[in-house]
Protein backbone atom coordinates (compact mmCIF):
# COMPACT_ATOMS: atom_id res chain seq x y z
CA UNK A 1 0.00 0.00 0.00
CA UNK A 2 2.99 2.71 1.03
CA UNK A 3 4.87 1.29 -1.59
CA UNK A 4 2.17 2.22 -4.00
CA UNK A 5 1.67 5.49 -2.60
CA UNK A 6 5.41 6.31 -3.15
CA UNK A 7 5.21 5.33 -6.57
CA UNK A 8 2.37 7.80 -7.15
CA UNK A 9 4.47 10.30 -5.93
CA UNK A 10 6.85 9.40 -7.84
CA UNK A 11 5.42 9.98 -10.86
CA UNK A 12 3.46 12.75 -10.17
CA UNK A 13 6.85 14.36 -9.05
CA UNK A 14 7.97 13.48 -12.23
CA UNK A 15 5.55 15.06 -14.18
CA UNK A 16 5.42 18.11 -11.94
CA UNK A 17 9.29 18.75 -12.83
CA UNK A 18 8.86 17.90 -16.64
CA UNK A 19 6.57 21.15 -16.65
CA UNK A 20 8.50 23.57 -14.31
CA UNK A 21 9.63 25.93 -16.90
CA UNK A 22 11.12 28.63 -14.66
CA UNK A 23 14.23 28.81 -11.64
CA UNK A 24 11.24 29.65 -9.63
CA UNK A 25 9.02 26.76 -10.16
CA UNK A 26 11.98 24.34 -9.97
CA UNK A 27 13.06 25.73 -6.37
CA UNK A 28 9.15 25.69 -5.30
CA UNK A 29 9.41 22.19 -6.80
CA UNK A 30 12.43 20.78 -5.23
CA UNK A 31 11.10 22.41 -1.66
CA UNK A 32 7.74 20.76 -1.73
CA UNK A 33 9.86 16.98 -2.82
CA UNK A 34 12.98 16.85 -1.65
CA UNK A 35 12.79 19.83 0.46
CA UNK A 36 13.07 18.70 4.63
CA UNK A 37 9.19 18.58 4.87
CA UNK A 38 8.66 17.92 1.04
CA UNK A 39 6.75 14.55 -0.19
CA UNK A 40 9.12 12.26 -0.73
CA UNK A 41 11.09 13.03 2.60
CA UNK A 42 7.87 12.65 4.55
CA UNK A 43 7.10 8.96 2.84
CA UNK A 44 10.61 8.14 3.78
CA UNK A 45 9.86 9.00 7.48
CA UNK A 46 6.86 6.36 7.47
CA UNK A 47 9.01 3.71 7.36
CA UNK A 48 8.57 2.93 10.92
CA UNK A 49 5.32 2.22 10.53
CA UNK A 50 5.99 -0.66 8.13
CA UNK A 51 6.45 -4.19 8.90
CA UNK A 52 9.69 -5.47 8.79
CA UNK A 53 8.86 -8.02 6.12
CA UNK A 54 7.93 -4.79 4.20
CA UNK A 55 10.76 -2.44 4.71
CA UNK A 56 13.75 -3.76 2.74
CA UNK A 57 11.61 -3.77 -0.24
CA UNK A 58 10.28 0.36 0.41
CA UNK A 59 13.42 1.49 2.33
CA UNK A 60 15.37 0.32 -1.21
CA UNK A 61 12.59 2.45 -3.81
CA UNK A 62 12.62 4.47 -1.76
CA UNK A 63 16.29 5.88 -2.22
CA UNK A 64 15.73 4.48 -5.93
CA UNK A 65 13.05 7.14 -5.99
CA UNK A 66 15.31 10.61 -4.48
CA UNK A 67 17.91 9.21 -6.84
CA UNK A 68 16.19 9.48 -9.45
CA UNK A 69 14.40 12.28 -8.78
CA UNK A 70 17.42 14.59 -7.80
CA UNK A 71 19.18 13.91 -10.74
CA UNK A 72 16.17 15.00 -13.13
CA UNK A 73 15.84 17.76 -11.08
CA UNK A 74 19.72 18.46 -11.71
CA UNK A 75 18.78 17.83 -16.15
CA UNK A 76 15.44 20.23 -15.93
CA UNK A 77 17.88 22.81 -13.73
CA UNK A 78 20.26 23.10 -16.47
CA UNK A 79 17.69 23.21 -19.36
CA UNK A 80 15.60 26.03 -17.59
CA UNK A 81 18.96 28.34 -17.48
CA UNK A 82 20.23 27.42 -20.61
CA UNK A 83 16.34 28.84 -21.53
CA UNK A 84 16.36 31.59 -19.34
CA UNK A 85 19.77 33.24 -20.65
CA UNK A 86 19.17 32.76 -23.71
CA UNK A 87 15.77 34.76 -23.41
CA UNK A 88 17.60 37.07 -21.92
CA UNK A 89 20.07 37.58 -24.06
CA UNK A 90 17.84 37.60 -26.97
CA UNK A 91 15.94 40.72 -25.13
CA UNK A 92 18.98 42.70 -23.79
CA UNK A 93 21.14 42.27 -26.64
CA UNK A 94 24.91 43.04 -26.06
CA UNK A 95 26.38 46.78 -26.64
CA UNK A 96 29.68 46.17 -27.70
CA UNK A 97 30.20 49.95 -28.10
CA UNK A 98 30.05 51.03 -24.39
CA UNK A 99 33.09 51.36 -22.61
CA UNK A 100 34.78 48.95 -21.17
CA UNK A 101 35.44 48.89 -16.93
CA UNK A 102 38.53 51.09 -16.11
CA UNK A 103 41.21 48.97 -14.08
CA UNK A 104 43.03 51.01 -11.86
CA UNK A 105 46.79 50.75 -12.04
CA UNK A 106 49.37 51.51 -9.33
CA UNK A 107 52.15 53.61 -9.58
CA UNK A 108 55.28 54.91 -7.73
CA UNK A 109 54.74 57.28 -4.66
CA UNK A 110 56.17 60.64 -5.66
CA UNK A 111 58.66 60.25 -2.55
CA UNK A 112 60.28 57.52 -4.80
CA UNK A 113 60.05 59.35 -8.08
CA UNK A 114 62.30 62.07 -6.75
CA UNK A 115 64.27 59.44 -5.12
CA UNK A 116 64.69 57.86 -8.34
CA UNK A 117 65.56 61.06 -10.31
CA UNK A 118 68.34 61.44 -7.26
CA UNK A 119 69.82 58.33 -7.78
CA UNK A 120 70.46 58.60 -11.61
CA UNK A 121 71.66 62.00 -11.53
CA UNK A 122 74.35 61.09 -8.24
CA UNK A 123 75.13 57.69 -10.38
CA UNK A 124 75.93 59.76 -13.42
CA UNK A 125 78.28 61.73 -11.38
CA UNK A 126 80.18 57.87 -10.26
CA UNK A 127 78.32 57.73 -6.59
CA UNK A 128 77.04 54.20 -5.31
CA UNK A 129 74.08 53.94 -3.30
CA UNK A 130 75.14 53.03 -0.02
CA UNK A 131 72.32 51.09 2.28
CA UNK A 132 72.50 52.14 6.09
CA UNK A 133 70.15 50.66 9.09
CA UNK A 134 67.14 52.94 10.04
CA UNK A 135 67.80 52.00 13.26
CA UNK A 136 70.89 52.97 15.07
CA UNK A 137 72.88 53.47 17.95
CA UNK A 138 73.05 56.60 19.80
CA UNK A 139 76.90 55.91 19.41
CA UNK A 140 76.47 56.09 15.52
CA UNK A 141 73.83 58.90 15.39
CA UNK A 142 75.72 61.16 17.74
CA UNK A 143 78.69 60.40 19.40
CA UNK A 144 80.99 59.29 16.40
CA UNK A 145 79.38 62.42 14.32
CA UNK A 146 80.93 64.74 17.12
CA UNK A 147 77.67 65.27 18.68
CA UNK A 148 78.55 64.13 22.46
CA UNK A 149 76.12 63.16 25.14
CA UNK A 150 75.56 67.38 26.61
CA UNK A 151 75.92 68.73 23.03
CA UNK A 152 72.82 71.16 22.62
CA UNK A 153 73.22 70.45 19.19
CA UNK A 154 71.27 67.03 20.33
CA UNK A 155 68.01 69.45 21.03
CA UNK A 156 67.50 69.88 17.16
CA UNK A 157 67.10 66.05 16.75
CA UNK A 158 65.12 64.68 19.25
CA UNK A 159 63.89 60.95 18.12
CA UNK A 160 62.36 57.68 19.30
CA UNK A 161 63.86 55.67 21.71
CA UNK A 162 63.41 52.00 21.98
CA UNK A 163 62.78 50.30 25.30
CA UNK A 164 66.55 48.67 24.29
CA UNK A 165 68.56 51.32 25.82
CA UNK A 166 70.97 53.86 23.02
CA UNK A 167 68.54 52.07 20.53
CA UNK A 168 67.12 54.39 18.48
CA UNK A 169 65.37 55.14 15.40
CA UNK A 170 68.12 57.64 13.47
CA UNK A 171 67.53 61.32 12.78
CA UNK A 172 69.43 61.74 10.00
CA UNK A 173 71.20 59.61 7.24
CA UNK A 174 74.53 60.64 8.57
CA UNK A 175 75.60 57.99 10.95
CA UNK A 176 75.59 56.15 7.43
CA UNK A 177 79.05 57.98 6.69
CA UNK A 178 80.78 56.01 9.68
CA UNK A 179 79.52 53.05 8.30
CA UNK A 180 80.95 53.68 5.33
CA UNK A 181 84.22 54.70 6.34
CA UNK A 182 84.31 51.82 8.15
CA UNK A 183 83.87 49.74 5.49
CA UNK A 184 85.84 51.30 2.65
CA UNK A 185 89.13 52.57 4.64
CA UNK A 186 91.50 52.74 3.30
CA UNK A 187 89.82 53.03 0.08
CA UNK A 188 88.65 56.39 -1.57
CA UNK A 189 84.59 56.91 -0.91
CA UNK A 190 81.70 58.08 -3.49
CA UNK A 191 78.55 57.41 -1.94
CA UNK A 192 74.80 57.94 -1.18
CA UNK A 193 72.96 56.99 1.40
CA UNK A 194 69.51 57.33 1.47
CA UNK A 195 66.75 56.09 3.47
CA UNK A 196 64.16 57.15 6.01
CA UNK A 197 64.96 59.11 9.48
CA UNK A 198 63.10 59.94 12.54
CA UNK A 199 62.36 62.50 14.47
CA UNK A 200 60.07 63.68 17.08
CA UNK A 201 58.36 66.90 16.17
CA UNK A 202 55.62 68.80 16.27
CA UNK A 203 54.10 68.05 12.92
CA UNK A 204 53.85 71.06 10.69
CA UNK A 205 53.43 71.79 6.95
CA UNK A 206 57.09 72.01 6.77
CA UNK A 207 58.05 69.22 8.58
CA UNK A 208 57.20 65.08 9.84
CA UNK A 209 57.98 62.80 12.12
CA UNK A 210 59.36 60.58 9.58
CA UNK A 211 60.73 62.01 6.04
CA UNK A 212 63.60 61.03 3.49
CA UNK A 213 67.02 61.78 3.37
CA UNK A 214 69.65 61.45 0.77
CA UNK A 215 72.92 61.80 2.53
CA UNK A 216 76.72 62.05 -0.10
CA UNK A 217 79.84 61.50 1.27
CA UNK A 218 82.81 61.61 -0.64
CA UNK A 219 86.47 61.02 1.22
CA UNK A 220 90.06 60.90 -0.73
CA UNK A 221 93.29 62.92 -0.55
CA UNK A 222 93.23 66.33 -1.31
CA UNK A 223 89.37 66.82 -1.62
CA UNK A 224 88.45 70.24 -1.38
CA UNK A 225 85.53 72.93 -0.29
CA UNK A 226 85.63 73.99 -3.98
CA UNK A 227 84.87 69.84 -5.16
CA UNK A 228 82.07 70.53 -2.65
CA UNK A 229 80.61 73.05 -4.37
CA UNK A 230 81.20 71.90 -7.52
CA UNK A 231 79.58 68.61 -7.15
CA UNK A 232 76.51 70.11 -5.62
CA UNK A 233 76.16 72.89 -7.88
CA UNK A 234 76.38 70.56 -10.96
CA UNK A 235 74.33 68.46 -8.94
CA UNK A 236 71.78 70.87 -9.28
CA UNK A 237 72.13 71.67 -12.65
CA UNK A 238 70.93 68.35 -13.33
CA UNK A 239 68.29 68.48 -11.24
CA UNK A 240 66.99 71.94 -11.57
CA UNK A 241 67.70 73.14 -15.33
CA UNK A 242 71.82 75.01 -16.25
CA UNK A 243 69.92 78.47 -15.36
CA UNK A 244 68.47 77.62 -11.65
CA UNK A 245 70.56 79.73 -9.67
CA UNK A 246 72.31 78.44 -6.56
CA UNK A 247 73.46 79.61 -3.36
CA UNK A 248 75.35 78.56 -0.20
CA UNK A 249 75.24 80.03 3.28
CA UNK A 250 77.56 79.21 6.37
CA UNK A 251 75.83 77.03 8.93
CA UNK A 252 76.47 74.84 11.78
CA UNK A 253 76.85 71.16 11.93
CA UNK A 254 78.74 68.91 14.46
CA UNK A 255 80.31 66.62 11.97
CA UNK A 256 81.24 69.02 9.42
CA UNK A 257 83.68 72.01 9.66
CA UNK A 258 83.32 74.62 7.67
CA UNK A 259 79.43 73.82 7.19
CA UNK A 260 77.19 75.38 5.03
CA UNK A 261 73.35 74.77 3.30
CA UNK A 262 72.54 75.19 0.26
CA UNK A 263 69.61 77.30 -1.88
CA UNK A 264 67.96 77.06 -4.63
CA UNK A 265 66.46 80.17 -6.67
CA UNK A 266 62.70 79.37 -5.39
CA UNK A 267 60.68 77.61 -9.14
CA UNK A 268 57.34 78.99 -8.20
CA UNK A 269 58.04 82.71 -8.13
CA UNK A 270 61.20 82.96 -10.15
CA UNK A 271 63.22 84.09 -7.39
CA UNK A 272 61.01 87.29 -6.53
CA UNK A 273 59.61 86.26 -3.42
CA UNK A 274 56.12 84.22 -2.20
CA UNK A 275 54.46 82.32 0.31
CA UNK A 276 56.14 78.85 -0.79
CA UNK A 277 59.68 80.69 0.11
CA UNK A 278 58.78 83.09 2.89
CA UNK A 279 59.08 86.25 0.11
CA UNK A 280 62.75 85.46 0.26
CA UNK A 281 63.49 84.28 -3.18
CA UNK A 282 65.27 81.29 -1.41
CA UNK A 283 64.33 77.85 -0.86
CA UNK A 284 67.22 75.35 1.45
CA UNK A 285 67.00 72.21 0.31
CA UNK A 286 70.60 70.74 1.77
CA UNK A 287 73.31 71.07 4.48
CA UNK A 288 76.80 70.10 3.98
CA UNK A 289 80.35 70.95 4.66
CA UNK A 290 83.66 69.28 4.94
CA UNK A 291 83.87 66.29 7.07
CA UNK A 292 84.77 66.93 10.46
CA UNK A 293 88.61 65.73 11.43
CA UNK A 294 87.21 63.94 14.41
CA UNK A 295 84.43 62.23 12.25
CA UNK A 296 87.03 60.83 9.72
CA UNK A 297 89.76 59.71 12.29
CA UNK A 298 86.17 57.84 14.08
CA UNK A 299 85.68 56.43 10.51
CA UNK A 300 89.27 55.57 10.26
CA UNK A 301 90.64 57.82 8.34
CA UNK A 302 93.89 59.95 9.43
CA UNK A 303 92.39 63.79 8.51
CA UNK A 304 96.21 64.93 8.26
CA UNK A 305 96.24 62.75 4.70
CA UNK A 306 92.56 62.57 3.51
CA UNK A 307 89.47 64.71 3.62
CA UNK A 308 85.91 64.75 2.56
CA UNK A 309 82.65 66.38 1.86
CA UNK A 310 79.49 65.40 2.46
CA UNK A 311 75.90 66.85 2.56
CA UNK A 312 72.47 66.03 3.27
CA UNK A 313 69.42 66.56 1.24
CA UNK A 314 65.65 65.95 1.20
CA UNK A 315 64.17 64.78 -1.68
CA UNK A 316 60.59 65.28 -0.17
CA UNK A 317 61.52 69.24 0.15
CA UNK A 318 62.88 68.98 -3.75
CA UNK A 319 59.69 67.25 -4.74
CA UNK A 320 57.69 70.25 -2.81
CA UNK A 321 59.48 72.30 -4.84
CA UNK A 322 59.29 70.83 -7.95
CA UNK A 323 55.42 70.32 -8.17
CA UNK A 324 54.49 73.67 -5.60
CA UNK A 325 53.66 71.14 -2.86
CA UNK A 326 52.83 73.09 0.41
CA UNK A 327 52.05 70.35 2.74
CA UNK A 328 54.82 67.78 3.25
CA UNK A 329 52.19 65.72 5.42
CA UNK A 330 50.22 65.10 2.03
CA UNK A 331 53.33 62.35 1.45
CA UNK A 332 52.15 59.88 4.33
CA UNK A 333 48.84 60.86 4.64
CA UNK A 334 47.99 58.12 1.81
CA UNK A 335 45.42 60.20 0.36
CA UNK A 336 44.89 58.95 -3.56
CA UNK A 337 43.55 62.25 -4.27
CA UNK A 338 47.29 63.30 -3.53
CA UNK A 339 48.96 60.21 -4.82
CA UNK A 340 47.68 60.10 -7.75
CA UNK A 341 48.35 63.41 -9.57
CA UNK A 342 51.97 62.53 -10.15
N1 LIG B 1 72.55 65.46 8.88
C1 LIG B 1 72.20 66.84 8.66
C2 LIG B 1 70.71 67.03 9.01
O1 LIG B 1 70.01 66.10 9.22
C3 LIG B 1 72.45 67.25 7.24
C4 LIG B 1 73.90 67.21 6.87
C5 LIG B 1 74.44 66.06 6.32
C6 LIG B 1 74.72 68.30 7.06
C7 LIG B 1 75.78 66.01 5.98
C8 LIG B 1 76.05 68.26 6.71
C9 LIG B 1 76.58 67.14 6.17
O2 LIG B 1 70.22 68.13 9.04
Redesign the pocket.
Known amino acids: MMLEQLNDTYQRSLDQLQNARTSETLETWYRQTLGRKGDVTQLTRQVGYLGPEDRPAFGKRVNEVKKELEAAYQQQLVKVRTAELEAKMAADGLDVTLPGRRYSRGRLHPATQTLREIYRIWGDMGFQIYRSRDVETDEFNFEL?NIPEHHPARD??DTFHTTEPGIILR????PG?IHAMREYCPEPIRVILPGM?YRYEQITARSEIQFN?V???AVGKSISMADLKGTLADFAKRMFGEERKIRFRA?Y?P??EP???MDVECMLCNGDGCQVCQYTGWLEI????M?HPTVLRNGGYDPAVYSG?????GPERIAMLKYGIEDIRLFWGNDLRFLEQF
Do not use: K, N, R
Open positions: LLWTHTSQCQEGLSFFTSAELGCGVFAFGL
